[in-house]
């Protein structure tokens, strides 16, 4: 029985220094592609800057979270000491907020911790057991020593001759064609 073929999932591009790097992820967007990523061993200082990423939506996610929490738990608070159960405890009202505080704090901290776990999750599409780029040798080294740029085929710029002439023209020292 032959082979099934694999279509190409894409280019990857390999560079020896983050300064290389650093330049070929700021042609690649100034070029206009809008699938491709990096793979360093270790962060580079604005990388996401030459990358054109813009910011997180994370703490977004966490802050509202966090607020919805602390809400919440006030609510449940005032409804249980007020509504459901009314108790003169010492003279104090039915609603004593400053004893309440504790417990707001804490489940606006849990709402909040549990959303930048899940908002991270979300965000990076993880988990992902497999990705394409595990098909390649050479792609192992990007957490040893090497830099890596990685240009999806479902980019609308891609074309593999000319992103590969391109990807060696900004300093490459390896293009290859990686399969799904």
Same mark, same amino acid.
């Given at each position: 029985m032959p082979k099934k073929k694999?279509?190409?999932w894409g280019l990857l591009a390999q560079f020896e220094t983050p300064r290389d790097i650093f330049r070929a992820c700021e042609k @690649?967007?100034?070029e206009g592609f809008t699938r491709w990523d990096t793979h360093t061993p270790f962060p580079v200082h604005g990388l996401e800057k030459a990358m054109g990423l813009s910011r997180s939506k994370l703490p977004f996610v966490v802050a509202v979270l966090g607020f919805t929490?602390?809400?919440?738990g006030m609510l449940l608070q005032w409804w249980t000491s007020v509504v459901d159960y009314p108790l003169v405890v010492g003279g104090k009202p039915y609603f004593s907020w400053p004893a309440f505080?504790?417990?707001?704090f804490e489940l606006g901290v849990l709402f909040g911790s549990a959303g930048a @776990?899940?908002?991270l999750l979300a965000f990076c599409r993880l988990p992902r057991l497999h990705?394409?780029?595990f098909h390649s040798k050479r792609f192992e080294q990007f957490s040893d020593d090497k830099f890596f740029i990685s240009v999806e085929a479902k980019d609308p710029k891609?074309?593999?001759q000319a992103t590969a002439a391109f990807l060696e023209e900004l300093?490459?020292?390896h293009v290859e064609v990686v399969k799904k």
């Amino acid at each position: 029985m032959p082979k099934k073929k694999r279509a190409p999932w894409g280019l990857l591009a390999q560079f020896e220094t983050p300064r290389d790097i650093f330049r070929a992820c700021e042609k @690649v967007r100034d070029e206009g592609f809008t699938r491709w990523d990096t793979h360093t061993p270790f962060p580079v200082h604005g990388l996401e800057k030459a990358m054109g990423l813009s910011r997180s939506k994370l703490p977004f996610v966490v802050a509202v979270l966090g607020f919805t929490g602390a809400g919440l738990g006030m609510l449940l608070q005032w409804w249980t000491s007020v509504v459901d159960y009314p108790l003169v405890v010492g003279g104090k009202p039915y609603f004593s907020w400053p004893a309440f505080l504790p417990v707001t704090f804490e489940l606006g901290v849990l709402f909040g911790s549990a959303g930048a @776990v899940l908002g991270l999750l979300a965000f990076c599409r993880l988990p992902r057991l497999h990705h394409s780029l595990f098909h390649s040798k050479r792609f192992e080294q990007f957490s040893d020593d090497k830099f890596f740029i990685s240009v999806e085929a479902k980019d609308p710029k891609f074309d593999r001759q000319a992103t590969a002439a391109f990807l060696e023209e900004l300093g490459a020292t390896h293009v290859e064609v990686v399969k799904k």
